[in-house]
């Protein structure tokens, strides 16, 4: 049973352009939703983060979106540098517990 | 500060052998996780360390698994016998946040020990 999921594999945009990723949910008792990148042989590494009580935060280039009712939640990345491709990975977890992470996404920005 | 450090980064062994992985957290860091990363897979948390108490074990598969973390610190996970399943990248974090105080839990992860069971 995947509590978090995403399910696009991979993701190829171009310099400059915005780069979306997504993430589904199922468990509505998730307080804390954060986005981790991970570059080969090299472990994985905290992007940005989202209380379940907020519905956006910034951070630089990076927001992301969570949408509550439709448990999906969205990073983007704008504009997209060459330095952004890596894997994305979504998780999850209730105060105090264990991150849930997602089976991640690939993001490819050509130049 | 020093991040997580992990030891070894990679490891070949026949299956059947045995195998250990060290991991020291960020200092003063009070809760110490290892998770399992197949490839092409998230990474899957097999335990949970509070000081030197385990919070969740609940996906460590006991037969094979074991992990210690002794005065709290530095911890070792271990898998005797291996089977060729258990190919994967075994990755060490730590987080300072206790368990049941609010607040977003980043873990930070250590570059992880790659395991391949021949």
């Known amino acids: 049973d995947q509590q978090v999921k995403q399910n696009s594999p991979s993701l190829s945009v171009q310099e400059g352009r915005i780069s979306i990723l997504n993430c589904d949910y199922t468990n509505s008792m998730f307080d804390y939703f954060l986005w981790y990148k991970k570059y080969p042989a090299e472990g994985p590494t905290f992007l940005i983060s989202?209380?379940?009580?907020?519905d956006k935060n910034e951070d630089g280039r990076f927001t992301v979106f969570l949408n509550k009712s439709a448990k999906h939640l969205s990073l983007h990345i704008v504009p997209s540098q060459p330095g952004d491709s890596a894997v994305y990975f979504c998780?999850?977890?209730?105060?105090?517990?264990?991150?849930?992470f997602g089976k991640g996404t690939t993001l490819s920005v050509s130049s | 500060e020093a991040g997580v450090a992990q030891s070894p980064r990679y490891k070949i062994i026949e299956k059947r052998q045995s195998v250990a992985f060290w991991c020291n957290p960020i200092?003063?860091?009070?809760?110490l996780y290892w998770y399992q990363q197949i490839l092409g897979q998230g990474p899957k948390l097999l335990i949970q360390?509070?000081?030197?108490?385990?919070?969740?074990d609940s996906q460590l598969p006991k037969d094979r698994f074991s992990a210690e973390r002794l005065k709290g610190v530095d911890s070792t996970l271990k898998i005797q016998p291996a089977k060729l399943e258990d190919s994967a990248v075994y990755l060490c974090?730590?987080?300072?946040?206790?368990?049941?105080?609010?607040?977003?839990?980043?873990?930070?992860f250590g570059a992880g020990s790659r395991l391949t069971v021949l």
């Open positions: 200092s003063g860091h009070a809760t």
């Open positions: 989202i209380s379940s009580i907020k």
């Open positions: 360390f509070q000081n030197n108490g385990v919070v969740d």
């Open positions: 998780a999850a977890n209730q105060a105090g517990t264990a991150l849930i």
């Open positions: 974090a730590s987080s300072p946040r206790d368990r049941g105080i609010s607040g977003a839990n980043v873990l930070t």
